[in-house]
């Protein structure tokens, strides 16, 4: 799966630089100069001088739209979120056909969104930028989890009730699970360590192992 909203938005292979700008569009070009920049430098690796820069404006012209380099970033970081919620969604599908393809489904999407989309994933997850700082991002990070959480509960429910575990606390190992996976092994960038097989396929045997010991087939 690709994410042409990354590409509508000037993302890494798109058009960057001075020729990125269009007058009256000064907000996009400097959010397409971040998300490059994070691309090419990692979230740490540039200054709100950097993405003036890229963009081809001055120094100055960036505090018209963003107080500082961080309310950039968690622009980015927003944008990001909303993609992710939106793929999330697609692929979860409301449970279809049958729970536990809908669930490996949700998993191999977040491991397609870390690995085609490295610099808002980075943005999202390891620009240091808290959620509390934007209501909007903390808005987007809450809905993108909570597929996740609802994915889980609709799990928890086969379960006798007898004994069955909270559904945030699935959803939140679930997510630890994933995310590790996604960030150590299945990444798109330089950070992306090796793995003797597919990171889909050490996702898919994690889950087995786990929805076993609660009890569930794991399997399809």
Known sequence: MRWTKGD???GPGGEGGPRGYHHGNLKEALLRAALALI???G???FTFADAARWAGVSPAAPYRHFRDRDELIANVARRGFELFSDALTKAWDDGKPELMAAFDRLGRAYLDFAKHQPAYYSAMFEAGIALDSDPALRAASEAAFAVLRTAA?????LMPAQGRPPALMVALH???MTHGIASLFGRGDAARRALPMPPEE???AAMLIYLRGLGLSGGR
């Open 174 to 176: 679930v997510w630890s």
């Open 39 to 41: 691309a090419e430098k």
């Open 8 to 10: 509508r938005d000037g």
């Open 43 to 45: 979230p740490a690796g």
């Open 202 to 204: 050490l996702l898919e």
């Open 153 to 157: 509960e609709r799990l928890v429910a």
